[in-house]
Every structure is written in structure tokens, then in C-alpha cells.
Nanobody, 119 residues
């Protein structure tokens, strides 16, 4: 069982920055794909960014490309989401997810952290 815990959400003005953190348990963190998703009120959950287990490749949704950066520290079992130039439409609950095997999807999820961007 892998525990995933997000932190770092909050209220910020448009144009500001926040950094989310996500700690995942397990001795093989470096073998996990890690990703961030978000869900705004009344909308479906959507992909935000991902960090691949091998090679360190990263992927972003078009809506956040150039503003958000995903990074990971395998020694700390932690993945980060640096969010800059925040917009009101970035307001959502942000979820961290882990994929522990190439044959599974994102099979472990955190409880979510609220990000609110005021205009």
C-alpha cells in the first residue's frame, strides 16, 4: 500500500505563485510515475502534469505549459508542482497520483489540496 499526501495549497492572487508538494511512501519511489490532476467545481478531473519513472520525462497539459513545472526528489520520495502566473481558472482541488507499475494506471491518490486564485 502506498500513501500519497499533498500539501501546499492555499489562496493566492492572480499572477502569484504556489508550490505544491506530494510525498509518497514506499522504498521504490523512483520507479513510480507521478502526476498531478485537478478538479474544479462542476467540472471533471483533468490532467495537469506528470513525471515519468524512467528517464525523468515530464508532460504538461496545454493549459499550464510554460507556467507550471513538475519536479521530483527521489531521495525525499517527493514530487513538486511549482505554479507560476496563476490564473483564476487554475482554482481547483489538486490531486497527486502515483502509478506503481507500468501495467497499472495511477493506482494511488492523495486526498487533494485546495488552490484558490483570486482575481
Amino acid at each position: 500500500q502506498v500513501q500519497v499526501v499533498e500539501s501546499g495549497g492555499g489562496l493566492v492572487q492572480a499572477g502569484g505563485s504556489l508550490r505544491l508538494s506530494c510525498a509518497a511512501s514506499g522504498r521504490t519511489f523512483r520507479s513510480y510515475d507521478m502526476a498531478w490532476f485537478r478538479q474544479a467545481p462542476g467540472k471533471e478531473r483533468e490532467f495537469v502534469a506528470a513525471s515519468r519513472r524512467s528517464g525523468g520525462s515530464t508532460y504538461y497539459a496545454d493549459s499550464v505549459k510554460g507556467r507550471f513545472t513538475i519536479s521530483r526528489d527521489n531521495a525525499k520520495n517527493t514530487v513538486y508542482l511549482q505554479m507560476n502566473s496563476l490564473k483564476p481558472e487554475d482554482t481547483a482541488v489538486y490531486y497527486c497520483a502515483a502509478s506503481t507499475s507500468p501495467t497499472t494506471g495511477y493506482n494511488y491518490w492523495g486526498q487533494g489540496t485546495q488552490v484558490t486564485v483570486s482575481s
